[in-house]
């Protein structure tokens, strides 16, 4: 079986969901973690889970939102993960290629979603994109101030640099689609060198379809095709890459392990 660690299945219609869930059983994939994005979209996840056994939660302000409300402090994000399926913070980071909120906020969101997150004991999604170098300061940072926090880099698509320092801080790393795009290379030369004990899969759905849908709306039963390359590169079967990849994600993410 499969985990699709970070998907966004507040995308699709209450009518589609069971469709997309029934998909994904169909395809191995036997539970996903839909993500937070900002507090209000945040709030709105639990039921979800209720809904549907094989869903987990995190909540949390992504960067493109840090600017749209208050940030919420560490104590409320900290609550809101004692529902029983929310089993982290995030994602939350730094994104300074889209630039939709001032860096200086996006910092400021990042640290208070770390802090939740250090604070209630959670792992931590994090969305790094072109701000490597702030990213690995800033987890450094809050690693010496608050103590170590689990935490993955989720979608990754940054440099080796960024993976050595987030490997270093116990981290681990997260590969989606992207893995599969032929012009990927880089990236999955990267992929070959992550120790196998912090490796992740995830859609990110509806975005980022792994090739052969790429273009079309993500869905978490997708997960398997990065699966299937991200074992090729390792040596392993899928089989194996799919019992690894979900101890993996049981040991980040112990809530869903006495669930
Ligand atoms: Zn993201």
């Known amino acids: 079986m499969l985990i699709d660690s970070h998907c ?20 191995g994939v036997a539970e996903m973690v839909t993500i937070g994005t900002s507090m209000a979209q945040s709030a709105k996840l639990p039921p979800i889970t209720e809904a549907f056994p094989q869903v987990w939660c995190t909540v949390g302000v992504h960067p493109h939102h840090a600017a749209e ?46 802090r939740g997150a250090q604070l209630a004991g959670v792992p931590l999604a994090i969305h790094a994109r072109d701000a490597d170098d702030d990213i690995a300061m800033i987890l ?61 899969v995830e859609t990110d759905a509806p975005y980022l379809a792994p090739v052969p849908f790429r273009g079309k709306r993500n869905e978490p039963g997708y997960v398997a095709h990065t699966a299937k390359v991200l074992a090729e590169l390792r040596g392993m079967t899928p089989e194996a890459l799919a019992s690894l990849t979900t101890a993996n994600f049981r040991r980040l993410f112990p809530k869903t392990a006495c669930g």
């Open 8 to 27: 966004h299945l507040d995308y699709f219609t209450p009518l589609e969901l069971p469709l997309v869930l029934e998909r994904a059983h169909a395809a």
């Open 69 to 114: 409300a208050p940030i919420p402090s560490p104590e409320t994000l900290a609550d809101m993960t004692r529902h029983p399926r929310v089993i982290g913070i995030g994602e939350s980071g730094l994104d300074y290629f889209y630039d939709r909120s001032p860096r200086d906020v996006q910092a400021e969101n990042f640290r208070a979603n770390i």
């Open 140 to 200: 450094r940072e809050e690693t010496g101030r608050g103590g170590t926090f689990a935490f993955l880099l989720h979608c990754f698509s940054s440099t080796r640099a960024l993976a050595e320092a987030a490997l270093e801080l116990g981290g681990f790393i997260s590969f989606s689609g992207i893995l599969t795009f032929p012009r990927s290379s880089e990236l999955r030369e990267i992929a070959r060198d992550i120790p196998l004990d912090r490796l992740l």
